[in-house]
């Protein structure tokens, strides 16, 4: 059973296009963390949300967090192709039982040039 | 430069064998974690460890063992590997702290025969 949901799974979209990718549970989280992982290597951080509502911006990413603390969403503005690669959310729970994250399915970006 | 480093990038092995996969991190960090990742299931938690000698079950602990005699170092044992074993193994370590960053090796795929 995935706690965490992720949508769409596949996406592939032109240089310069908006993207938005969604992660979705039915469990309360405490926290919230976006991982970006490219071929060949594990995953890195891109942002950890805690307070439901809160938005974050990186550069031309914009990460949410529900009000709910239930969802979170990851907008890339005007893509490129570096941006390519696999998004992972993963929820935690705090104080943490088992003190380990829920990964999402993942989505697979390209960017085409 | 923080680092998480994995005993090997690809690996091959029979059915039955005995598997050792190693990961080592310089970073001091109290928590490692052992992941699996299959396409469109994202990364699930097998085992982790939040001290030396120290060990708890993840969501898929089935078929795996774990050894953490030293804080750097931390284990998975295959103890009779099997083909539904094959996948990319991705090991993690955190430091203490309740939305602390994972930092991940570049990931081990093994393929069981």
């Known amino acids: 059973t995935q706690l965490l949901e992720q949508s769409p799974q596949f996406l592939s979209i032109q240089e310069g296009e908006n993207l938005t990718v969604y992660c979705n549970s039915s469990?309360?989280?405490?926290?919230l963390q976006w991982y970006r992982q490219e071929p060949g290597e594990g995953p890195v951080l891109l942002v950890t949300v805690v307070t439901g509502g809160e938005v974050k911006k990186l550069k031309r990413l914009t990460f949410q967090f529900g009000d709910a603390r239930k969802d979170s969403s990851l907008h890339i503005t005007a893509a490129q192709p570096g941006d390519t690669g696999l998004y992972l959310c993963?929820?935690?729970?705090?104080?943490?039982?088992?003190?380990?994250?829920?990964f999402g399915t993942g989505t697979s970006l390209t960017v085409i040039p | 430069d923080v680092k998480v480093t994995q005993s090997s990038r690809y690996l091959v092995k029979r059915t039955g064998e005995k598997v050792f996969l190693e990961c080592v991190q310089d970073m001091d960090h109290e928590n490692m974690f052992w992941y699996r990742q299959d396409p469109g299931l994202g990364l699930r938690l097998i085992y982790f460890s939040y001290d030396v000698k120290m060990k708890e079950k993840g969501d898929i602990p089935e078929g795996y063992s774990v050894s953490r005699e030293k804080k750097e170092r931390f284990s998975l044992i295959l103890e009779s590997a099997s083909t539904n074993q094959t996948s990319m193994y991705l090991c993690?370590?955190?430091?203490?702290?309740?939305?602390?960053?994972?930092?991940f090796g570049p990931g081990t795929r093994l393929t069981v025969l």
């Open positions: 993963a929820g935690g729970y705090h104080p943490n039982t088992g003190n380990q994250f829920y």
């Open positions: 993690a370590s955190r430091p203490e702290g309740a939305a602390g960053e994972q930092f």
């Open positions: 469990s309360v989280f405490s926290s």
